[in-house]
């Protein structure tokens, strides 16, 4: 790994943006939302997707086909930042990070006008995951182009400030998307957003596509990558020299364990997994769960530029540390405050009524899908999946080999009639928990709604907390990792630790989130794994990861 010469902060690099640096941050992040927004749609309209794309009767099949094509697009962006990611240090940044957005922008709008499975059979699901596989590849190009371009053009001493506005995409395209998707649904009957309305959010990318494309080329290549090539520095073999080296392989790695993978758990668990907690597991009707998120995400965001300009004055890495220990040790509190501020009777029923399933162990199998596609057959595996899918709490007890599946509540033996796990739903919803649509569980969907609820800005202002740990973690990390590889192969070199840690340690967290809970019969049980691998950063970055704020990323040659 190229040892970066450390250079003392001036005032005189403490000055005002420059107007083209200003240009710059715009047209990098403008561009970076629109991948962002373009990435989510799939996740968000996945039930419309399903109901167009896919075959069959089956909605749950249907489900968990998107829902593989949304993970599909996570899974290849490792892959993706390798590409673009050698191509970047090989040829430029901008025009590399230009090819992956127009990639983006036009899988995205083929979404939208691809006809369903009616009219064209299975050649709708086939395409439909080729475009979620190009996303993937291009948002894994994206980023670390994105990343390097601003801090590349960021004055020394300021680079934390100016790349943390690109750490605002993500969130800003969740949002965006979000808003979006809510317009149209408030603005039209459930008939016509399922008939035509969905394919619309996919049919505006093409008009944010054009916007970017024209911005991104009024760009000039950023100046360290021009001085590198006219000096005859840049690498030949970019892959080779950052991963074949052990040196630089090294610090990918500790940049992995030591930074992104805690960053990644905990910014998809104040977002993504907070909402599918407030759906799946907590049963919120998703107009509502998507505003309060929503709301949340919007007092969060300017956190963002908060902590990237506050890591150019204490570091990047006493922050994102601080930002992953807290998370790991609030999480529980926090998640059981918003369960019993929007489905109290839910909680009520978790502490009081008790229910144990007695299997034999070797009948039950660990409940690890994280894409949708295992077919579970035995009657302890369905039984607790189903309910898992009901936020049923059970405990699971050892039985004599060969015995047969029993259940009781409260002590009292209760019947079991199927091998669906429909008949102890039934009978723990008669012992006290909630049904679907059970008038105590928090309901307000609108936005006037959601603002005037007690309960509802009771639970903005956890999901704040949560967001507030996202911006701990993500404002400073762009700047760390540009910093900690030489401008030779820093697009690659930053590219591929950042996109296995967010695309697979967090792209994953809440399949993996559920799988534990089913497994264990604890709504909140899902939390051990961002807490364990937030705490696995936090000790590993704590010894092994350098402070990167006074660095020199003009440093071209291992030294």
Same mark, same amino acid.
């Given at each position: 790994?190229?040892?970066?010469?450390?250079?003392?902060?001036?005032?005189?690099?403490? /000055?005002?943006?420059?107007?083209?640096?200003?240009?710059?941050?715009?047209?990098?992040?403008?561009?970076?939302?629109?991948?962002?927004?373009?990435? %989510?749609?799939?996740?968000?309209?996945?039930?419309?997707?399903?109901?167009?794309?896919?075959?069959?009767?089956?909605?749950?099949?249907?489900?968990?086909?998107?829902? *593989?094509?949304?993970?599909?697009?996570?899974?290849?962006?490792?892959?993706?930042?390798?590409?673009?990611?050698?191509?970047?240090?090989?040829?430029?940044?901008?025009?590399?990070?230009?090819?992956?957005?127009?990639?983006?922008?036009?899988?995205?709008?083929?979404?939208?006008?691809?006809?369903?499975?009616?009219?064209?059979?299975?050649?709708?699901?086939?395409?439909?995951?080729?475009?979620?596989?190009?996303?993937?590849?291009?948002?894994?190009?994206?980023?670390?182009?994105?990343?390097? %371009?601003?801090?590349?053009?960021?004055?020394?001493?300021?680079?934390?400030?100016?790349?943390?506005?690109?750490?605002? +995409?993500?969130?800003?395209?969740?949002?965006?998307?979000?808003?979006?998707?809510?317009?149209?649904?408030?603005?039209?009957?459930?008939?016509?957003?399922?008939?035509?309305?969905? /394919?619309?959010?996919?049919?505006?990318? =093409?008009?944010?596509?054009?916007?970017?494309?024209?911005?991104?080329?009024?760009?000039?290549?950023?100046?360290?990558? $021009?001085?590198?090539?006219?000096?005859? +520095?840049?690498?030949?073999?970019?892959?080779?020299?950052?991963?074949?080296?052990?040196?630089?392989?090294?610090?990918?790695?500790?940049?992995?364990?030591?930074?992104?993978?805690?960053?990644?758990?905990?910014?998809?668990?104040?977002?993504? %997994?907070?909402?599918?907690?407030?759906?799946?597991?907590?049963?919120?009707?998703?107009?509502?769960?998507?505003?309060?998120?929503?709301?949340?995400?919007?007092?969060?965001?300017?956190?963002?530029?908060?902590?990237?300009?506050?890591?150019?004055?204490?570091? /990047? $890495?006493?922050?994102?540390?601080?930002?992953?220990?807290?998370?790991? @040790?609030?999480?529980?509190?926090? *998640?059981?405050?918003?369960?019993?501020?929007?489905?109290?009777?839910?909680?009520?029923?978790?502490?009081?009524?008790?229910?144990? =399933?007695?299997?034999?162990?070797?009948?039950?199998?660990?409940?690890?899908?994280?894409?949708?596609?295992?077919?579970?057959?035995? &009657?302890?595996?369905? @039984?607790?999946?189903?309910?898992?899918?009901?936020?049923?709490?059970?405990?699971?007890?050892?039985?004599?080999?060969?015995?047969?599946?029993?259940?009781?509540?409260?002590?009292?033996?209760? &019947?079991?009639?199927?091998?669906?796990?429909?008949?102890?739903?039934?009978?723990?919803?008669?012992?006290?928990?909630?049904?679907?649509?059970?008038?105590?569980?928090?309901? +307000?969907?609108?936005?006037?709604?959601?603002?005037?609820?007690?309960?509802?800005?009771?639970?903005?202002?956890?999901?704040? @907390?949560?967001?507030?740990?996202?911006?701990?973690?993500?404002? #400073?990390?762009?700047?760390?990792?540009?910093?900690?590889? &030489?401008?030779?192969? /820093?697009?690659?070199?930053?590219?591929?630790?950042?996109? @296995?840690?967010?695309?697979?340690?967090?792209?994953?967290?809440? #399949?993996?989130?559920?799988?534990?809970?089913?497994?264990?019969?604890?709504?909140?049980?899902?939390?051990?794994?961002?807490?364990?691998?937030?705490?696995?950063?936090?000790?590993?970055?704590?010894?092994?990861? #350098?402070?990167?704020?006074?660095?020199?990323?003009?440093? %071209?040659?291992?030294?």
């Amino acid at each position: 790994m190229a040892t970066a010469a450390m250079t003392p902060r001036s005032d005189a690099d403490v /000055r005002p943006m420059t107007k083209e640096e200003r240009k710059v941050i715009v047209a990098s992040s403008a561009g970076t939302v629109f991948e962002w927004y373009d990435f %989510y749609l799939a996740g968000s309209l996945a039930a419309n997707i399903s109901q167009n794309f896919v075959p069959g009767t089956n909605d749950t099949a249907k489900f968990i086909f998107v829902l *593989f094509g949304f993970a599909a697009g996570f899974a290849v962006r490792p892959f993706g930042a390798l590409v673009f990611g050698r191509l970047g240090d090989m040829i430029g940044r901008k025009y590399t990070f230009l090819v992956t957005m127009t990639i983006m922008g036009l899988s995205t709008f083929i979404v939208g006008l691809l006809p369903g499975y009616a009219s064209i059979g299975y050649l709708a699901p086939a395409i439909f995951i080729i475009c979620r596989l190009l996303q993937g590849l291009a948002l894994g190009g994206e980023y670390g182009g994105a990343a390097t %371009y601003v801090a590349e053009h960021a004055p020394h001493g300021r680079r934390g400030f100016y790349t943390s506005w690109i750490q605002t +995409t993500a969130t800003v395209g969740l949002f965006l998307s979000l808003i979006v998707i809510l317009t149209l649904r408030l603005s039209m009957s459930p008939e016509a957003f399922a008939d035509y309305g969905w /394919r619309i959010p996919f049919l505006l990318s =093409i008009i944010l596509l054009a916007f970017s494309v024209w911005i991104r080329l009024q760009l000039n290549e950023s100046p360290a990558f $021009k001085k590198m090539k006219e000096e005859g +520095t840049q690498s030949k073999a970019p892959l080779t020299e950052a991963f074949g080296r052990w040196e630089n392989a090294k610090v990918a790695l500790i940049a992995l364990l030591g930074g992104t993978a805690g960053q990644a758990v905990v910014w998809y668990t104040g977002q993504f %997994y907070a909402l599918f907690f407030l759906t799946q597991t907590l049963k919120i009707d998703g107009t509502t769960s998507n505003l309060m998120i929503a709301f949340a995400l919007l007092i969060g965001t300017p956190f963002f530029i908060f902590f990237g300009w506050l890591s150019d004055k204490v570091g /990047r $890495k006493p922050i994102l540390l601080i930002g992953c220990l807290i998370a790991a @040790i609030t999480y529980f509190p926090l *998640f059981s405050s918003l369960a019993k501020t929007v489905n109290p009777k839910l909680v009520e029923a978790t502490d009081q009524v008790k229910l144990e =399933i007695m299997a034999d162990p070797a009948k039950c199998g660990f409940l690890f899908d994280p894409v949708g596609v295992r077919t579970f057959t035995e &009657p302890c595996d369905v @039984i607790r999946r189903t309910l898992a899918n009901s936020s049923i709490h059970y405990d699971l007890v050892k039985a004599p080999a060969g015995a047969p599946l029993t259940a009781k509540i409260n002590g009292t033996d209760v &019947p079991v009639t199927d091998n669906t796990g429909a008949s102890l739903v039934a009978a723990a919803q008669a012992a006290g928990y909630p049904k679907a649509g059970d008038p105590s569980i928090l309901k +307000t969907p609108t936005v006037g709604g959601v603002l005037t609820d007690g309960r509802a800005l009771a639970a903005i202002g956890i999901l704040f @907390i949560l967001v507030l740990y996202v911006t701990m973690v993500y404002g #400073p990390i762009a700047a760390m990792l540009v910093e900690l590889f &030489p401008t030779r192969i /820093r697009y690659t070199g930053m590219s591929l630790p950042y996109h @296995i840690g967010n695309g697979w340690f967090g792209g994953f967290l809440p #399949p993996t989130a559920f799988a534990i809970v089913a497994a264990s019969g604890n709504i909140y049980a899902g939390l051990w794994y961002p807490v364990i691998v937030a705490l696995m950063t936090f000790v590993i970055g704590l010894l092994f990861v #350098p402070e990167t704020k006074n660095r020199d990323i003009f440093t %071209y040659e291992n030294k």
